[in-house]
């Protein structure tokens, strides 16, 4: 019973998580558009330094942005900033229903470094603190005012923490920490600095006093760097389906090339909307991505074995200890109720239907079983690599 709860507070957050978060990115990615479209107006505005038209939905519409603030401040003011808050108290309750209650199964890599839970979920909040922490020093140095050395010197730190994390915990997890560190960075820098700085500003409005300006330009800055966070965290959110990336020998590397690689295209757009058409930009993004795919690329296997093709006897043997402990109808492994993802090896014919995602998860890779659990040998990995090759043939 305790696991099926689980489940439903697993599909409860993640459901949220996503609804908040296309919320929060789109009013991010909006903001963004919408100040990099402002132009001077034609006939000069008191107070105001860009305007823009726009129609959608069969209505017209007119922006204007002030220099500072308006001289009075309306009887209704917007703030955004619960989409931020919501995105970031669903994904933490999302990393703790599957890795802090599954802390055995999925956090933890015992073949990797070994860790205690406590241990596992120690360093896992500490990454998310000690992230946010070191950026915001970052954003407070003099190094903030060097946009290409503070781009430079955030990307390495990031990197490094990715290495870090992925001698720690299992392939997925290191990754999904990843992402949790770069969102909590983006929910922090609403929570701490976007929204307070506002409130200052308004409340000096209210008590009819000049408001500081620096504020709004500070949050704008972070405003700007959430929006650059977004696609390598977008990415990171889809990540567990792809194993040729989490899995890879140099799983750090991959996902910093393709954060690298989303964060040159959101560049792009955030150019071409101030009107600077870098055309050369998605092509090379593009060309980087089909590179990245082929230096990455698992190496051509052979399976040698000295009886040629792997009886099928062999093969349902390896799988009904290494993996039909979880994949199966009813489930033995402690913990697990119902196979992961609906994923089920009890017939020869299922194990045949599913071999591509064993080669793909089993033999390219070693995310599974995770953190290798079950104590699959590499043997035993080859053996179902050469049936695979074979064309999974069945008695």
């Known amino acids: 019973m305790e696991s099926y709860i689980l489940d439903w507070f697993n599909l409860l957050f993640r459901w949220l998580h996503i609804i908040f ?18 132009r001077e107006p034609e006939d000069a505005i008191d107070g105001v330094n860009g305007q823009l038209f726009a129609v959608h939905g069969g209505h017209f519409y007119r922006v204007m942005k002030y220099a500072g603030a308006p001289e009075k401040l309306p009887k209704t003011l917007h703030w955004f900033k619960w989409e931020a808050y919501f995105t970031w108290i669903s994904g933490v309750s999302l990393l703790a229903v599957v890795y802090y209650f599954n802390a055995d199964l999925y956090l933890i890599d015992n073949s990797r470094f070994p860790l205690e839970p406590w241990q596992a979920i120690s360093i896992s909040i500490g990454s998310l603190v000690g992230g946010w922490l070191v950026y915001d020093l ?19 730190l990031i990197t490094a923490a990715a290495y ?5 915990f299992g392939d997925r997890a290191s990754y999904i920490h990843v992402g949790a560190m770069l969102g909590t960075m983006m ?10 700085n506002q409130r200052i500003m308004v409340d000096a409005m209210t008590a009819g006093k000049e408001p500081d300006t620096s504020l709004g330009d500070a949050g704008a800055l972070r405003s700007l760097h959430n929006n650059y966070f977004t696609l390598p965290v977008l990415f990171i959110m889809v990540s567990n389906h792809f194993p040729m990336t989490y899995g890879h020998e140099y799983n750090w590397l991959v996902l910093a090339a393709l954060s690298l690689i989303g964060a040159g ?12 058409n870098k055309v050369w930009i998605l092509p090379v993004a593009a060309l980087a991505m089909v590179a990245l795919a082929m230096v990455s690329r698992p190496p051509t296997q ?4 000295e009886s040629g093709v792997p009886e099928f006897a062999s093969v349902q043997t390896i799988m009904t200890k290494r993996c039909q402990p979880c994949h199966s109808s009813t489930p033995t492994f402690d913990g697990v109720q119902m196979a992961p993802q609906g994923v089920v090896y009890d017939t020869p014919e ?36 050469a049936w695979i090759a074979a064309g999974s043939p069945l008695p």
């Open 187 to 196: 929910a922090a820098n609403v929570f701490f600095v976007i929204i307070p």
């Open 164 to 168: 870090g994390l992925s001698q720690c």
């Open 350 to 385: 299922q194990i045949k239907s599913f071999s591509p995602k064993i080669k793909s998860m089993a033999v390219d890779a070693n995310t599974m079983p995770p953190g290798n659990l079950t104590h699959i040998t590499d043997e035993e990995r080859a053996t179902l690599g």
């Open 265 to 276: 295209a959101r560049h792009y757009f955030n150019l071409k909307h101030k009107g600077e």
């Open 138 to 156: 970052l954003c407070k140095s003099p190094l903030s005012k060097q946009p290409v050395l503070f781009s430079i010197l955030g990307f390495s």
């Open 302 to 305: 052979t399976f040698p074995t």
């Open 21 to 38: 978060g296309a919320a929060w990115i789109g009013t991010s990615f909006y903001f963004n558009w919408l100040n990099h479209n402002l």
